[in-house]
């Protein structure tokens, strides 16, 4: 399973860009980069997902080098909304490989 | 509304005492998962069913015991209870078995309190 490395917190201003960045040195062949979100007290709720290059959808957009070595999740514009912990996961086809979280970056939006 | 309903929301108990913990995927989702989330702690995996049977094992100790039945709700009994076992309690259900990064849907919550 690959180990995941994020800031532990981010601070940010309303309406600007923020990038958090995740590290996976040892990611697999086969293995997909998540990212969610979770508020306090709630459940996390997924984001996005990619295997290389770039995805986006509605609510950001997530940035894979060639190498794979890390990932970037790309929230634009934020709002005071966006205030949560953001976690990335890496996951392959390996048997019995679950949804292992690791700490996770809290972003703190403020106005 | 992620689909995922987890029962009760909340409960208080003894040290001591024993409770279980009910979750029903979505529908359609194979797989449950079952996590414990201390105060400003991050989620620990616990363990995950895929089919009704055992597929993954995490940090569950072994007071902790879980399964899932043939209409794929799951069940989480936490016996013999102690003060630190009080936290929030999470389900996620998915359709696959949660390799290559399969999107996970999770309940609120049950919030455990050990007094």
Redesign the interface.
């Known amino acids: 399973l690959a180990k995941t490395t994020q800031p532990i917190s981010m601070d940010s201003y309303e309406g600007q860009e923020v990038n958090i960045t995740c590290s996976h040195n040892n990611i697999a062949t086969?293995?997909?980069?998540?990212w969610y979100q979770?508020f306090p007290?709630?459940?996390?709720?997924?984001i996005i997902?990619g295997y290389k290059t770039k995805v986006t959808n509605e609510v950001a957009s997530l940035f894979i080098p060639a190498d794979r070595k890390s990932s970037t999740l790309s929230l634009p514009r934020v709002s005071l909304s966006d205030t949560a912990v953001y976690?990335c996961?890496?996951?392959?086809?390996?048997a019995?490989?679950?949804?292992?979280?690791?700490?996770?970056t809290t972003l703190s939006v403020s106005s | 509304d992620?689909g995922?309903t987890q029962t009760p929301k909340h409960l208080i108990t003894a040290t001591g005492q024993r409770v279980t913990l009910r979750c029903s995927p979505r529908s359609g989702d194979l797989s449950v998962?079952w996590?414990q989330q201390s105060l400003d702690q991050?989620?620990q995996?616990l363990i995950?069913y895929y089919n009704g049977e055992e597929?993954?094992k995490?940090n569950i100790l072994e007071r902790f015991s879980a399964q899932q039945f043939p209409d794929l709700h799951s069940e989480l009994n936490l016996s013999s209870l102690e003060l630190g076992d009080s936290a929030?309690y999470?389900c996620?259900s998915?359709v696959g078995?949660?390799?290559?990064?399969?999107?996970?849907?999770?309940?609120?919550?049950t919030?455990l309190t050990v007094v």
């Open positions: 086969n293995d997909y980069i998540t979770q007290s709630q459940g996390p709720r997924f997902q976690y996961l890496v996951a392959g086809n390996q019995g490989t679950a949804l292992i979280f690791g700490k996770g | 992620s995922v998962y996590y991050g989620l995996f995950q597929r993954a995490g929030l999470f996620a998915s078995t949660g390799n290559l990064g399969t999107e996970a849907f999770f309940g609120q919550g919030r």
